[in-house]
């Protein structure tokens, strides 16, 4: 079959959802195809699932520390009911049905397959092919990277959705990799009473953040149980029918009944063909311009664009792309002040960039640091306070270009950072805010009351 369209979207995650739904509801005649679920990753094994059971497991390491704050507890972890809100609320089973209703109605054609690039504005899904009038939209997100580690691929290794999905815990785990997803589930199933390791090749967890916040985590997984190797690159991997066992530079062995692999996420360019529009296929990402365009007809959206693999990206850049593709001419796409939470307790929340990279861009730079604990709020909360705020500041404009907020209510108290970052208000505004009191907030202006002087990058 051979079918024409004014726009084709190959990929119906976050991002290409968006942009197939909104192109449909302006009435061009758009074809979604996707392989997997509509929706992708986000939904069903990503942040909405990881995110109720990182609310569970808060739940339980709120009622630990009851004792000495407010009386007694008694806390017996229980999955089922966090296996079973994932199925019930989250997932729906990990059946898409409602989405693709979804976008039906929108007046938008859903077809299920895996799409290939074949020519310019056309993509074959096995013997059918699909031709864009209009648009080719490629938003095919990303997988789970599986290194080249001895032994690994003939094990039955978890990835963040066989985590997502288990419904009976393990004893023990091991996670390869401390970045934000590794982090993030190895708090969750230490906190129901699985034995947990980190392994980190690199020199510290949570590589992307500020090494203040990289140390802080640790210090609360090793006071949590979690037993965190960090600068211990795995060598071997092997599986005898009941146990994992994790070879380490140095000759260390890490055993655990389950592993989960969590080492990042990589695109498939070969895989989906885009040597067809010209593009080259061995490289990391698919190169678009603010707009999002990748070549004549086509524009890339999401992960494929290497803007950092959030949903939060994916949707920005989709409505760009939408506005572009009907002729509204958009803003181009902007990430000086690209938020990220990384959910672990403390939760670390940061936006644009770390010290260290502001000075590698040769920018003068101040920094503003304060412990959470210090501030009104955080000595009230008291079990449960690790954090601080830290601000980066572009000394010759005035303007904060990073900050990293890690503590309680660390995603939420970024938002006035990431703000102050996209807007570039003057810090010396941001001084003279008034802050209600107590807030964790009151903390932002304790940072920047802490500026150091004028310091040579």
Wanted: hydrophobic share 45%; aromatic share 4%.
């Amino acid at each position: 079959m051979e079918d024409r369209a004014d726009v084709v979207v190959v990929g119906m995650g976050p991002g290409g959802e968006e942009v197939a739904g909104s192109l449909a509801e302006a009435g061009l005649d758009v074809v979604g195809i996707d392989h997997g679920l509509v929706g992708g990753e986000c939904p069903y094994w990503g942040c909405v699932p990881s995110k109720m059971m990182i609310r569970a497991a808060g739940l339980l390491a709120e009622a630990r520390r009851i004792p000495g704050m407010a009386g007694s507890a008694t806390v017996v972890p229980d999955w089922a009911p966090v296996a079973q809100r994932i199925r019930d609320e989250a997932t729906d089973s990990w059946d898409d049905r409602v989405a693709v209703e979804r976008f039906e109605g929108k007046g938008g054609r859903f077809v299920r397959g895996t799409a290939r690039v074949v020519g310019p504005g056309t993509v074959a899904v096995g013997d059918d092919t699909f031709t864009a009038g209009r648009a080719l939209v490629l938003a095919t997100g990303a997988r789970a990277v599986v290194p080249p580690i001895p032994g690994l691929r003939d094990t039955p290794y978890w990835t963040n959705r066989e985590a997502i999905e288990v419904v009976d815990l393990p004893g023990s785990l091991a996670v390869l990799g401390g970045g934000a997803i590794g982090a993030e589930l190895a708090q969750v199933f230490a906190r129901f009473g699985v034995q947990v390791t980190v392994v980190e090749a690199g020199e510290r967890i949570l590589a992307a953040e500020e090494p203040e916040a990289s140390r802080l985590v640790a210090e609360v997984f090793a006071a949590e149980g979690i037993d965190v190797r960090q600068g211990a690159a795995a060598t071997a991997v092997s599986h005898d029918g009941r146990r994992f066992s994790i070879e380490l530079a140095g000759g260390d062995v890490v055993g655990a009944e389950r592993l989960l692999v969590a080492t990042g996420r990589a695109v498939d360019l070969a895989g989906l063909g885009v040597g067809a529009l010209g593009i080259d296929e061995s490289g990391r990402r698919v190169p678009v311009d603010g707009h999002l365009r990748a070549a004549p007809g086509v524009w890339a959206v999401g992960d494929l664009t290497g803007e950092g693999a959030f949903t939060h990206v994916a949707v920005h850049q989709a409505r760009i792309a939408v506005a572009d593709i009907l002729g509204r001419d958009p803003e181009p796409a902007d990430y000086r002040a690209l938020p990220r939470v990384t959910f672990t307790d403390p939760e670390v929340g940061s936006v644009g960039m770390t010290e260290a990279a502001a000075r590698a861009a040769g920018l003068r730079v101040r920094v503003g640091s304060v412990p959470v604990p210090s501030s009104a709020r955080g000595w009230i909360h008291k079990a449960g306070n690790d954090g601080f705020v830290k601000v980066v500041e572009d000394a010759d404009r005035g303007v904060l270009v990073g900050a990293t907020s890690a503590g309680p209510a660390g995603g939420e108290v970024l938002g006035m950072l990431t703000l102050a970052v996209h807007a570039a208000v003057p810090t010396g505004t941001m001084a003279r805010m008034i802050h209600a009191y107590p807030t964790f907030h009151r903390a932002v202006s304790d940072a920047l009351a802490d500026l150091s002087p004028v310091d040579a990058a």
